[in-house]
C-alpha cells in the first residue's frame, strides 16, 4: 500500500491562494479516479477538485471557510502499489497539519466491505483494502453528476450519503430550493414503513449553524463596505411603461429569426447609455482613498442576477456599442452563465453602472445597495396596472417604479433627479430611444 497526497492546484489568473467552500468527501471514503473531492472559490469562480487516482480517504487537510495556499497539502489518499506522493514529499507543511482536523470518522452503518476498518487506524498500516466498487455499490444513494446537484449544505450531504439517501429525491424548501435539515428528516420519516408523521402543532427547538463562506460570504463583505462607506441617496419615480409594453410585444411578435426575445431590461439599458452620455458623472468609479472620480466612457452595464449560490454581477460590456437586441443576447448568455457557475472573472467584473432587477418579484419600492466602487444603480420594480388621471377621468395605465441609489459625496440630489427623470422620458416615449444622438 501507498499514500498520495492531493495539493490544491493552481487554479490559474495569478491566485495564490483559494477559500475552501465545500467537501464532497470524508475521511474513510473511497473514492474513483476523477470523482469531485472538493470545491474551492477564488473571487466568484468556484473551480471543484478531482481525485487523481483510486483509493480511501485517510485525511483532511483543511476546514471549510479556510483560505488554502496553493500548493498547499490538502488531502491524503491510500493507494494500492507505492503511490504517486507521500506524506514525505509532500514537504514539513503536511506533517505539520493535525490529525484533529479530520472530518467525522466513517458511520456505524457503513458496508461490510470494509470491516477491518478503524476510524483511528494510523496511515501506513497493513490492511487488506476493500475495492472501490464494493464501497459504491453498497451505497443505496447513486453519486449525483455535478451538474445535477442539488443545493444543501455539507452538513445535509453528510447525513444524506449516511442514510443512503439521494438529494435529487428530496424537496427543498429553502431559498433557491436549498435542502433542509427538516426536509431532509421529512424525507426520511415519510420513507417506506415510517410511521406516519404526527398531526397537529409541535414546538420546533432546532437551531441550525450555517458558516457564511464562499460567495455568500463575499456578497456579505461587499455589501458591508458599500454601506460602511458610501451614504445612499434613493430617489424613486414611477414611468408609464404603457406604450413600451406595446412596443416590446410588437418586436417580440415580429422579431426576426434568430433574435432573442425583448424583455424591459434591454431598453433600459439603451436608456441608461443615453442618459450617461449626457451626465458621464454617474458612468463612474469613485476611490475614496485616493480622492479621484474615475469616468469611463464604455458603459459597462452590471446585471445583478439571482444564482443558487447567491447574487452575482454579470457585465454587458459596452453596451453603448449593442442595439436593443444586442443587449438582450448578451444578458440571456451571462446570466445562463452565472447560474450554471462557468461565468469567466472579466464577465463578473469592470462594471461601471448597474441594473438590479426582481422582476415580479420587484415590489413597489426598493432601495438598492450600490455596487462599491460604482456611484449608481438603477433598480426595477414590478408592473402594475394603476388608475391614471388623465385630465377628464382615470384610464388604466401599466406603471413601473424605478428606485435608484446613488453615491451623495460625488452625486447631487440635482443630478440624480435629473437622470432618473431622463430616463422616464426616454421609457415613456420609446421611440426616442431609437433615435441617434
Known sequence: MGEHVIKLPDVGEGVAEAELVEWHVKVGDLVREDTVLAAVMTDKATVEIPSPVEGEILWLGAEVGEQVA?????????????????????????????????????PADAPAASPARKPAQEPGSPKAPAKPETRMAGRRA????????PLASPAVRLKAR???????????????????HEDLAAFL????????????????????????????????????????????????????????????ATLNRDQRPGRPKLTVLPFLMRAMVKAVAEQPGLNALFDDEAGIVRRHG??????????PAGLVVAVVRHAEARDLWGCAGEVNRLADAARAGTATREELSGSTITITSLGAMGGVVTTPVINHPEVAIVGVNKMMMRPVWEGTGF????????????????????????????????LETPAMIFLDG
Do not use: C
Not at 447513486?142 to 446537484?149: D, G, I, K, L, N
Not at 464604455?298 to 444564482?307: F, K, L, N, S
Open 189 to 248: 420519516a415519510a420513507g417506506p414503513g415510517a410511521p406516519a408523521p404526527v398531526s397537529g402543532l409541535a414546538e420546533n427547538n432546532d437551531v441550525e449553524e450555517i458558516r457564511i463562506v464562499g460567495l455568500r460570504r463575499k456578497i456579505a463583505e461587499k455589501m458591508a463596505i458599500s454601506k460602511s462607506r458610501i451614504p445612499h441617496i434613493t430617489y424613486v419615480e414611477e414611468v408609464d411603461v404603457t406604450e413600451l409594453e406595446t412596443l416590446r
Open 298 to 307: 464604455g458603459v459597462h452595464i452590471g446585471i445583478a442576477t439571482q444564482t
Open 162 to 180: 449516511e442514510a443512503g439517501v439521494d438529494l435529487r429525491r428530496v424537496a427543498g424548501s429553502g431559498p433557491a430550493g436549498r435542502i433542509t
Open 142 to 149: 447513486a453519486s449525483v453528476p455535478q451538474a445535477e446537484r
Open 70 to 106: 496553493v500548493g498547499s497539502p490538502i488531502i491524503r489518499v491510500r493507494v494500492a502499489g507505492g503511490g504517486g506522493a507521500t506524506a514525505a514529499e509532500a514537504g514539513p507543511a503536511a506533517e505539520k497539519q493535525p490529525e484533529k482536523r479530520e472530518m467525522a470518522p466513517p
Open 395 to 426: 384610464v388604466p395605465r401599466r406603471m413601473m417604479n424605478l428606485s435608484s441609489s446613488f453615491d451623495h459625496r460625488v452625486v447631487d440630489g440635482w443630478d440624480a433627479a435629473v437622470f432618473v427623470q431622463r430616463l422616464k422620458t426616454l
